[in-house]
């Protein structure tokens, strides 16, 4: 850093030196904005637009052909392996076949086979989960009619999901494991961190595609299927001396502004930067004016 501001210092003596007394001056001061080069963090990121969902989605298809008398559970609802989700054909059924089975274990083992045809229908009778899990969705509805292998309710895990589209060039980039910020409508959410990238084949189109999937740090209170605004950390630095991007040229300069209020062009390597700061290769503390100058210009600082 010493040798950053040895190295402005020449710059500075160099360009007063060669600039002809009044050249491209005026007496008159603009008013600018100034800023001061300060120590901040700038990250390097990678911006995806992304939806919630939760962990472990699927579909609970129904065992039997049959007619649904009763759905007994909620959207929303937690449901515990091996509560009851749908009934076929009544409670009656179920208790008629209930009594069948336990005086059917009184009778000698050549009814073993009926024994087993009525557990059977008893089994079938009454769709139990198969895990604790979350109803996201109930497809079927009350004496609607159903044939083996329909599905009849979406559910997951409770912990939630960020999925995001991206481009190859850009997937290549991410890696589990790499944190994210995230936000929903301008406002922060906090950070999430990248499970999986998958490659996947579009069903419709056939063509590739690219699923990055990232767990918030904390279930946020937004509905599923809510739009996430996520930036990905690929690369940064902490602590280090920069400036706003505005300040900055096209061509990678700063008008660096004297203790007297006269504008310099000099160089400000930029090292690294996100969209609102850069890390420079400058020293901690000089002023520099936003806006285009002419060499020598006269600027004031104007009040915030």
């Known amino acids: ?9 020449m710059i500075i003596i160099t360009v007063l030196l060669v600039i002809p007394a009044g ?3 005026t007496n008159a001061r603009v008013n600018v904005e100034i800023v001061r080069t300060e120590r901040a963090d700038v990250f390097n990121t990678i911006g995806f637009i992304g939806q919630l969902g939760y962990v472990d989605e699927r579909y609970i298809l129904s065992r039997t052909t049959g007619t649904i008398d009763e759905i007994c559970v909620e959207e929303g609802q937690r449901v515990a392996k091996e509560e009851a989700l749908v009934r076929f054909g009544g409670n009656g059924q179920e208790e008629a076949v ?6 059917m274990e009184k009778i000698p083992l050549n009814l073993k086979q009926d024994a087993e045809w009525a557990n059977a229908v008893l089994t079938n009778s009454v769709q139990r989960s198969d895990a604790d899990c979350t109803i996201r969705q109930i497809l079927v509805k009350d004496q609607g009619t159903v044939v083996t292998g329909t599905p009849m309710l979406r559910v997951s895990g409770t912990a939630q999901e960020i999925r995001c589209f991206a481009s190859q060039a850009d997937a290549e980039k991410v890696m ?6 995230i936000a929903a409508k301008g406002q922060k959410l906090g950070t999430a961190f990248v ?18 999937k ?16 996520v930036d990905v950390y690929v690369s940064g630095s902490h602590d280090v001396i920069s400036l706003p991007v505005e300040v900055i040229t096209d061509r990678e300069t700063v ?36 806006g285009e100058f002419m060499e020598g210009q006269r600027v004031a600082e104007v009040s915030q």
């Open 1 to 9: 850093m010493k040798k950053a501001a040895i190295s402005l210092a």
């Open 23 to 25: 050249c491209n001056r």
């Open 98 to 103: 209930s009594a069948l089975v336990a005086e």
């Open 214 to 229: 990232l767990s918030p740090e904390q279930n946020t209170e937004l509905h599923e299927g809510s739009s996430i605004d």
């Open 176 to 181: 589990p494991g790499m944190w994210a910020w």
């Open 255 to 290: 008008w660096w502004v004297s203790d007297g209020g006269i504008c310099t062009e000099i160089p400000a390597r930029i090292v690294i930067c996100d969209e609102n700061r850069a890390w420079v290769d400058l020293p901690e503390g000089i002023h520099v004016a936003v």
């Open 195 to 212: 499970q999986s990238v998958e490659k996947q084949t579009d069903g419709t189109t056939g063509q590739i595609i690219y699923v990055i």
